[in-house]
């Protein structure tokens, strides 16, 4: 679309609707951007409640607090709700706020539908919070809900367990269609693809990773309702079905949806970092390419999920190579990372301390990631909290982390306001102790035996597991020390110019700060 | 000099450490090297990969905080310009490359070495309930549960915890020290998981799909460890119990069970008291049905009734003894028809009938439940 018409003029004296009709019927990306924003961000809260309440009874061996089945319904709606309500709403919200700013378009390509693919999450997190309150009580079965735990044992909330993430799912998909076709089609003249930044590749590719892989999920829970209410034996032997044919349909969608809920965070770090370090990314093109790796073999390593159900030698190998090979181009990015560092001109304003926590700390995850890609060897590991730990390193101060970095870097350009400095990086050091206190134990543990989605434990595991929980409550806590800020950042602060941070780079860094509601309805030139 | 107050620190933290066991399996940090070669060969696997990332952080990081350190613009640090090198990409692409095939090779071979289950000396069917172990000794013909016997009492924190909490059962797996056991892996309901620590066993036992694993146990000793796939509620109450013996006391223990196999087969046809039923089906009761219809009989309606004053349990007899036997589909009920043998049946229904009050002075007979099988 490069038809070049003024029409700047007609917009300027026309400002947002108001009142509720604002955020209902809004579609302007900047709306839809803060509004997916603080649903993630509520929805973050309500799920770490539910991680306090886990945490909690484990403070120490015995049940205290809640009985088993309770507790098994809170791991799995935490579950649920960080992975879905959280996480990957946060990531939707940043490519919708920054996306068309990055690229030079007035918004993004489909406006009506990325209203709906906001308003319907409201409506499926409302369903499956509902479920709690149900005859039954909610989903029990862990967020992977296998079979037969989930079909013949499962509490007759689950219909709408399957029904609020069939909805999940067509947002999801719905808005990574309208990613790919403002990407594609309304990047500013003279921005190629190899010249487009970071974040929109990232989520160029991660579109596409959730366009493949959603409907698997939806197939794959859709088999669970036919099984449970409608008499088909997909998941039951007794009728000639495959329980484990279950585990291969969800983690094909399962790998997947993890780099889904890393690969945004990438493309964040690669925009922070150069800022901080006042250098331009090193490596671009190397980047690139390792998204895209990255992307294409997330296809490939499903079963390393399922490396103790009885896979036969061959399949078993495939996948130990396959993930093993993933650490190359995720590794790649690191050494990136480290190098536009190294002889920058670093300074460490709360979004670079985040951004360099993420380095660190994802790094860990990623190194009990290849250890747990070591198939002999995670016949010990699968099920314990040793892989409780690895992937709470990759998503707490992988994504997340990534998600406050993000937030913290574009606060002035959404705001116009700087965010109180000192407040931020307090959140920042509390939530760095907070994670490694609570998370970095749980290695141990696991090690040690300690399985995994359990409410109580042998005694052996008591002291670290105190530790962990120490950790989970300072982490929590601090969480309200960043709604304040954003309170605070919202209503007031000193004024942040267009340029905001020394050493950014790039379109979204021309406009004013806040940035008008309407941006960019004349494409700018990109040398 | 001592003050009250650092006495009153120091005095617990003596004895912490005059338990050296204790102390040191509190904070225990790593796995076990375990007591077999695949055990240990998995622990080596484990640490050389755990060196190589420690090797690969310490370098990376280290670069990371020279720079944090002095390239730091408060410092007067000027940013410098380069963005690309084609050869350092491809260098840090090949040299992980090649840890990854170094890693692999020895990796693959422990993995043929697992799944070698051929010549084996013992086979034992283990069998996942919910909430427990059944083992059946496949060439010895006889069977056994195994539950967790940690008192209610001692979860809910009425009662102290002892060192084996939540890992001790009633009925050990025995099996003999040197010898290749072989071990077949289902379920009788959801997906359960076998694990060993010590052993480095860990399969799914899967309804209807039979799993492999071996094991050859070096040293003699109990081995604990735990359901590793979420099972529903109780998951975290149904550990697993090893004993390896000597092969001598192995054969005893063997015989031991055949003759109390032969014993229990003999029971079915003797005539039954209502005290004997009640004794022993008090104890099945506890074992297999208090989880879910409490102690007390009272259960935790309405997922798990209340058999305590039940229309079923005080008239409907057959129905009892049918739910009983074929549980209830759709529900969490089981048949315990392929769980508990006849005397156990028998002895769980008359227990229930006349338990809580509920006083119907009627037995049910190993013979009728034999009988109502057949049927």
Known sequence: MSAVVDDSHIHEHHGPAKGLGRWLFTTNHKDIGSMYLWFSFTMFLLGGTMAMVIRAELFQPGLQLVDPNFFNQMTTMHGLIMIFGAVMPAFVGLANWMLPMMIGAPDMALPRMNNWSFWILPFAFLLLLSTLFMEGGAPNFGWTAYAPLSTTYGPPSTIFFILSVHMMGVSSIMGAINVIATVLNMRAPGMTLMKMPMFAWAWLITAFLLIAVMPVLAGAITMLLMDTRFGTSFFNAAGGGDPVMYQHIFWFFGHPEVYIMILPAFGIVSHVIPTFARKKLFGYTSMVYAIGSIAFLSFLVWAHHMFTVGMPLAGELFFMYATMLIAVPTGVKVFNWITTMFRGALTFETPMLFACAFVILFSIGGFSGLMLAIAPADFQYHDSYFVVAHFHYVLVPGAVFSIFAAVYYWLPKWTGHMYDEALGKTHFWLSFIGVNLTFFPMHFVGLAGMPRRIPDYALQFADFNQVASIGAFLFGASQFLFLILLIKCVRAGRRASAQVWEGADGLEWTLPSPAPYHTFTTPPKVV | ?????????????????????????????????????????????????????????????????????????????????????????????????????????????????????????????????????????????????????????????????????????????????????????????????????????????????????????????????????????????????????????????????????????????????????????????GTSCASCHMPDGNGLPPAFPALRGSAIVTQDMPRHIDIVLNGVPGTAMQAFRDQLGEIDLAAVITYERNAWGNETGEIVTPLQIMETMEQ
């Open chain 2, 1 to 285: 000099m001592l003050s009250r107050r650092r006495l009153g620190t120091s005095v617990p933290l003596l004895c912490l450490l005059l338990h050296p066991a204790a102390a040191m399996a509190a904070w225990e940090v790593n796995m076990p090297r375990g007591v077999t070669d695949v055990s240990q060969d998995i622990y080596s696997l484990h640490m050389t990969i755990f060196w190589i990332c420690v090797v690969i952080a310490v370098i990376v990081f280290g670069v990371m905080l020279w720079s944090i350190l002095f390239h730091r613009k408060s410092q007067g640090a000027k940013p410098s310009n380069f963005h690309e090198h084609t050869t350092i990409e491809i260098v840090w692409t090949l040299i992980p490359f090649a840890i990854l095939i170094a890693m692999a090779i020895p990796a693959t071979a422990t993995l043929v070495e697992m799944y070698d289950t051929s010549d084996s000396d013992v086979d034992i069917k283990v069998t996942g309930y919910q909430w427990k172990w059944r083992y059946d000794y496949l060439n010895e013909e006889f069977g056994f549960l195994s539950t967790l016997t940690t008192p209610q009492d001692a979860i809910y924190n009425q009662l102290e915890k002892t060192p084996e909490y939540l890992l001790e059962v009633d009925e050990p797996m025995v099996v003999p020290i040197n010898k290749k056991i072989r071990f077949l892996f289902t379920a009788n309901d959801v997906i359960h998981s076998w694990w060993v620590p010590e052993l480095a066993v860990k399969k799914d036992a899967i309804p209807g799909f039979i799993n492999e694993a071996w094991t050859r146990i070096n040293e003699p000793g109990i081995y604990r460890g735990q359901c590793a796939e979420l099972c529903g509620k109780d998951h975290a109450f149904m550990p697993v119990v090893v004993k390896a013996v000597p092969e001598e006391e192995y054969e005893i223990w063997v015989a031991e069970r055949q003759q109390k196999a032969r014993e229990e087969y003999e029971l079915r046809n003797k005539e039954w008291t209502l005290e004997e039923l009640m004794a022993r089906g008090e104890k099945v009761y």
